[in-house]
């Protein structure tokens, strides 16, 4: 069973830039397509962005898309997920999510089996 780590939130203003990391451990992540969901309070989990496990496949949320990039290292077991341009919209819990039998991505939370325990992201105004 994989663990799996976030890291990186913090508080920010707007326009500026984090970079969330999620380590995963106990098991190799490299045949597994990986995601990033937010949960804002008082909301649904919402799909941010997923990457197959070979990395060739890439999808965004619409309210992402040019200023979120999601990424993988195979070999350090990491998946990364670099925000510019930060918005207030953008505050939430940002939880790193992994499927074992993804071959591609899904924007479902359901198909995802293991997840962290989450990074808070905080934008000013």
């Known amino acids: 069973q994989v663990q799996l780590v976030e890291s990186g939130g913090g508080l920010v203003q707007a326009g500026e830039s984090l970079r969330l990391s999620c380590a995963a451990s106990?098991?190799?992540?490299?045949?597994?397509?990986m995601a990033w969901f937010q949960q804002a309070p008082g909301k649904e989990r919402e799909f941010v962005a997923g990457i197959s496990p070979s990395g060739m496949t890439i999808d965004y949320a619409d309210s992402v898309k040019g200023r979120f990039t999601i990424s993988r290292d195979n070999a350090k077991n990491t998946v990364y997920l670099q925000m510019t341009s930060l918005k207030h919209e953008d505050t939430a819990v940002y939880y790193c999510a992994a499927d074992p039998d993804g071959v591609r991505t899904s924007s479902r939370a359901g198909v995802y089996d293991y997840w962290g325990q989450g990074t808070q992201v905080t934008v000013s105004t």
């Open positions: 106990r098991r190799p992540i490299s045949n597994y397509a």
